[in-house]
């Protein structure tokens, strides 16, 4: 459960219920720790099949399965466009619909290859990607960024790449349900506290380290912060135990894994919202985070600079920097004034091209235009 699968769901849910579109959505199993979109799609009335043998990590065998058991889905379908998401299963699927010449559209949530892998994993992502590129009549991207990425790397062509923002139910965020006291009240929180939220996965290259270093001279110089960590995974008792060692337990707060319709409330009660993962497409926390009214500091991965724009919606600062973060979540901290203006020029930038009606029409005029280019 992520941004590209709720992107991925959502669009088919348009798609089903406000476009009339007969929706087929192929998924490989639910496994991730975070829970399961599939209650979701089985009860949004369009078709879901769901392939046992596309799991998320590569086996050759499985892989070689899934091919197999999409060419013979998508014969039985014979659908007039297939739209491809993620690494493994926008290969496997172009792949398919290439075999049976169906057209195709692929959306770069995230580059591939990326930061963090090896130089050999990376130069093979980077080959499969150039080569599914065949297959491909258009890319779609969540960011301007994505789109260089890949044509950097020599995959496609400029006239193949559209960006379109991936989209989200943005009215939960400009009005929330609850009051954020309340929600400041139920997590230990106080008023006064100021409180810089940051959400994601307790996991690596998602840069929750970076604000555990920062900490320590924040709260020195300013002891009303509070550090709200929303999510969980395999490094909390790592996290626990460096914030225990510090004697800072009590300017931390950890919510653990919440269902996504809990985090408007939870930003809602946030006063900035930190973003310091080492890599990303373009996190819908940013958007998220400026729709909801709150200043963002960010690193500068992705496609972050297309919506936190220094001095005007927020700080973006260099990958892993740490006096920069500090700096940022202190001027932040003793300035409410200019937290409500960065807010405000991020919701009036950000609500419209975030919305998911907004991601959908732009969508399906992508598809039209690989119909008739197909067609002509």
Sequence with gaps: MGGAQENTLQTAINQHSLDGYQVTLITGPSTGPEGSLVPRAE???????????????IHPYSDWQAYWQ???LLREIQPDLVHTHSSKAGILGRKAAAALRIPVVHTIHGASFHYGQSPLIYRSYVAMEKLAARWTDHFISVADDMSQEYLRAGIGRAD????VYSGFDVDPFLYPQRAPLAIRQELGLLEEDLVVGKIGRLFHLKGHEFVLRAAPDVIAKNPRVKFLFVGDGILRTRFEEEIAARGLMKHFVFTGLVPPARIPELMSAMDIVIHTSQWEGLARVLPQGLIAGK????????????VVIPGRTGYLLPRDSIEELTRSILELAHDSGLRKRLGEAGRELCQHRFRHQTMTDNINA????VLNKRSS
């Design 43 to 57: 009860a949004a009335g369009f078709s879901l099949v769901v392939v046992p043998q596309l799991i998320r990590s």
């Design 70 to 72: 999409l060419v013979r």
């Design 160 to 163: 193949q790449y559209t960006t």
């Design 295 to 306: 200043p963002v500091i960010s690193y500068d991965v992705g496609g972050a600079r297309e």
């Design 366 to 369: 992508v598809y039209r235009d």
